[in-house]
C-alpha cells in the first residue's frame, strides 16, 4: 500500500520551461489536493479536486494548472515556470472534500533558476 | 494579519520536558482543529484532530482548543527525540472552507 505518490521528487528547471508533476493515490480517495510549502508561509492550497472530473481554484492558482486524469490520478502543470515558483510541491488525498484527516506525498522539490 | 499564526521556532528542549505548541487564529467560523508532524524531507502526518472547543488526548498528546480566545494548543509529556520534528496547525470550518495551515514550529528534543 504506497498511499500518495508522488513524481519527481527533485527537479530543475529555467525559467520559462514547463513541466507536469504527477500524483497518484491508491486509497480510493475522492479528494485530492495540490499545496506548496515555502519557508514561514506553511501550507499553501495550488489547486484541488472535490471528486473525480472536478478541479477548483485554491489559495495560489496563478501560473499552475491540474488534470484530475482519474480517480487516483491528479498532476499540476507549470506551462513557463518563474524563480517565484520555486518551492516543495506537496500532493494530499482524502476520503471526501475537507476531510479531517489527509494523506500526504512525499513532496517535490523543486528549484526554478 | 494572516488566517492562523504559529511561532515558528525553532523550540528546543531536553528530552523528558513537556512541550506546548500554540496557534492562533482570525476566523470565527472554524470548527475542526488538527495537528500534522512533518519529518524533515516528509509530508505531513496526521498527528491528531479535534471539533470545536474541548480537550482531546491520544497517549502523551493532549490537544486544546479555546474557541472564546481564538486558540489552540498541542502538548506533548515526556518529549523524546523521536518527537523532533515540524508541528503544523490546520483548521477548516462546516461550510465549504478547505483546511487553512499554520507555518509550522520546528521543535528539536535533545536526549
Known amino acids: 500500500n504506497a498511499g500518495v505518490t508522488q513524481t519527481p521528487k527533485f527537479q530543475v528547471l529555467k525559467t520559462g520551461q514547463s513541466m507536469t508533476l504527477q500524483c497518484a493515490q491508491d486509497m480510493n480517495h475522492n479528494s485530492m489536493y495540490w499545496y506548496r510549502q515555502d519557508p514561514g508561509m506553511g501550507l499553501r492550497l495550488i489547486y484541488y479536486?472535490?471528486?473525480?472530473?472536478?478541479?477548483d481554484k485554491g489559495e495560489v492558482p496563478n501560473g499552475y494548472n491540474v488534470s484530475r486524469l482519474n480517480k487516483r490520478e491528479f498532476s499540476l502543470r507549470l506551462e513557463s515556470a518563474a524563480p517565484s515558483q520555486t518551492s516543495v510541491y506537496f500532493c494530499?488525498?482524502?476520503?471526501?472534500?475537507?476531510?479531517?484527516?489527509?494523506?500526504f506525498g512525499q513532496g517535490t522539490r523543486l528549484t526554478v533558476v | 494579519q494572516k488566517e492562523v499564526e504559529q511561532d515558528p521556532g525553532p523550540l528546543s528542549v531536553p528530552e523528558g520536558a513537556i512541550v506546548s505548541l500554540n496557534c492562533t487564529y482570525s476566523?470565527?467560523?472554524?470548527?475542526?482543529f488538527m495537528w500534522y508532524r512533518q519529518y524533515s524531507r516528509k509530508g505531513p502526518e496526521l498527528l491528531m484532530y479535534?471539533?470545536?472547543?474541548g480537550n482531546k488526548e491520544d497517549g502523551r498528546f493532549t490537544a486544546q482548543v479555546d474557541k472564546s480566545s481564538k486558540y489552540i494548543s498541542l502538548f506533548i509529556r515526556d518529549s523524546q527525540p523521536s518527537d523532533s520534528a515540524t508541528y503544523l496547525c490546520a483548521m477548516s470550518g462546516d461550510y465549504g472552507q478547505n483546511f487553512v495551515f499554520g507555518p509550522g514550529t520546528r521543535l528539536s528534543v535533545l536526549p
Open positions: 494530499a488525498s482524502s476520503r471526501r472534500p475537507r476531510d479531517t484527516e489527509a494523506f
Open positions: 476566523n470565527s467560523a472554524f470548527q475542526y
Open positions: 479535534t471539533y470545536s472547543s
Open positions: 479536486s472535490a471528486s473525480e472530473g472536478t478541479t
